[in-house]
């Protein structure tokens, strides 16, 4: 079964998550632990170091009966089990538990052990190492701390019961202290880390699944959609992609790529089309020129022995329409076989000079101007002269037949230094006043055999001019409104004169 990115991704970082949090509970029930064993441990220090200074007077006067009621009174608080006094030797002096008074305990007990674990007793023990715990004869863990009471002046110089001034320590004060309501203490909070860690798991999971299915799921699975209704043919689909980070990137990437996928299948859509109609163009013009070219010679042959005026008339309309007729099989030949591209360094103010001098008796007869805008120090462009010259004056007809209809009629030509992608680029920009192209026409007008002026058209003239655009690596791009006008506007790579000699001289290297 295939697992979602976003699934894994939300697994390994929530595991990531438990596992930390499972650290920290582990560290944080651990230091509360210490802590309360460490609190509860100066608690009884404190108490032992009372029960000496309680007891300090009565020992020098060796008042028992004083000595074990402090023991018993001290003995009988919250959490106190006992409070006992040994002797150097290990007897029991006073206990808390007057069954124990007199009993002699063994040096390897728990409440021995930490001293006389060698061979001679220790004479000083830090208070960490004077407590231990240890389970009572109810199984339940008691915390103990042993109290050395060291000789002093006071206990050697008295008359009543003197010891010797060479002894260091004279008996060990000891006392135990219930650990029950420190373990309950433990557990509420080991239960209340496990709760929080539980709830944070929870949260956080939930917080992790909606930040994941959002920054990475959602935009993930619009990437799978894409492809699949790119898979199925489909070109023009586009992701909508919002987001800066890496999968806003690929998102705009890929709908880049499908953009360009679909500009090159129309390209080569068009080419396959182009390519067939040329070879159909070509065989027809074979065909149908030679017998048009006798009806023409034999019409122009026929006018002009004829001498009856209706005649005449008739003749006239059929060497007219017969060279209207060649007219369009040179435009099919054309089409069909167009000329090999010559490129060379080209200064495309120039091209424009000459188109316009050819055009500029058309001009005339319609009474129509044109504004030229012509920016200077333009970059050359590789590319063939006469081609682009032929270009500009298809478009330049079209304008005009566009403006005809209209009083006010007006035609703009201006060449511009611009750019594409970082890419320096020249670009010329033909603009009528005319009746305009309907919007749902603007994607078949470089079809070939597609034209908007009727029967005026063969529908071959923007074809040409777009397979001579595409074969100069260019783009051409129409804007257009109806009863407002039309812009084409052609766009070529520019490229400095010294590069264009190279690519001009490795050509002809070639050829």
């Not at 920016?375 to 403006?403: F, G, R, T």
Request: with cysteine; charged share 25%; proline share 3%.
């Amino acid at each position: 079964m295939k697992i979602k990115i976003s699934h894994k991704l939300i697994v390994a970082v929530g595991g990531v998550t438990v596992v930390i949090i499972a650290i920290f509970a582990y560290i944080n029930i651990n230091s509360q632990q210490k802590a309360l064993i460490l609190q509860v441990e100066h608690s009884a220090h404190q108490l032992s170091e009372t029960v000496k200074s309680s007891t300090k007077y009565d020992m020098m006067l060796n008042q028992r009966e004083h000595i074990l009621r402090t023991i018993n009174d001290i003995g009988q608080q919250e959490g106190i089990q006992k409070v006992r006094i040994f002797n150097k030797i290990g007897e029991i002096v006073y206990s808390n538990a007057h069954d124990e008074i007199g009993r002699t305990v063994d040096k390897q007990a728990e409440a021995c052990d930490k001293c006389h674990a060698g061979i001679q007793p220790l004479p000083g023990l830090s208070l960490h190492d004077r407590t231990r715990i240890f389970p009572d004869e109810n199984n339940a863990n008691t915390l103990g701390i042993i109290n050395p009471i060291y000789n002093e002046q006071g206990c050697w110089q008295a008359s009543c019961h003197a010891h010797a001034r060479q002894d260091e320590i004279l008996g060990v004060l000891d006392v135990t202290m219930s650990l029950g309501e420190v373990e309950e203490q433990i557990a509420a909070n080991e239960k209340k880390m496990l709760l929080f860690a539980i709830s944070a798991i929870l949260v956080i999971s939930a917080l992790l699944w909606f930040l994941v299915q959002q920054l990475v799921g959602k935009p993930v699975n619009q990437l799978v959609k894409a492809t699949n209704v790119v898979a199925t043919g489909n070109l023009s689909y586009q992701i909508p992609s919002h987001s800066d980070d890496e999968l806003g990137d690929l998102g705009r990437s890929f709908n880049d790529m499908t953009s360009k996928l679909e500009d090159a299948q129309k390209k080569v859509y068009h080419y396959d089309k182009l390519a067939s109609l040329g070879r159909l163009a070509a065989g027809i013009a074979h065909e149908i020129n030679n017998p048009l070219t006798g009806v023409l010679t034999y019409s122009s042959f026929l006018l002009k022995r004829a001498k009856d005026e209706e005649n005449r008339k008739d003749l006239e309309v059929i060497v007219r329409e017969t060279k209207r007729c060649r007219g369009i099989v040179k435009d099919l030949l054309d089409f069909a076989r167009p000329e090999p591209v010559k490129k060379t360094g080209v200064a495309i103010n120039q091209v424009v000079d000459r188109a316009i001098h050819i055009m500029e008796s058309n001009f005339r007869q319609n009474n129509l101007d044109i504004r030229l805008s012509l920016q200077p120090n333009l970059p050359e462009v590789i590319a063939d002269a006469n081609q682009l010259q032929q270009v500009l004056i298809n478009l330049l007809v079209n304008a005009m037949d566009a403006v005809n209809s209209k009083p006010d009629g007006k035609l703009e030509l201006a060449t511009i230094n611009g750019s594409s992608a970082g890419q320096p680029e020249v670009i010329v920009k033909i603009t009528d006043n005319g009746c305009g192209i309907p919007r749902q026409q603007l994607t078949k007008i470089f079809e070939p055999f597609f034209s908007t002026k009727g029967k005026k058209g063969t529908g071959l003239g923007l074809a040409v001019v777009w397979g001579i655009i595409e074969k100069h690596n260019g783009k051409i791009e129409v804007d257009s409104e109806e009863e407002i006008g039309t812009t084409f506007t052609i766009r070529l790579p520019a490229t400095e004169v010294a590069q264009a000699a190279i690519l001009e001289s490795s050509e002809k290297v070639g050829t």
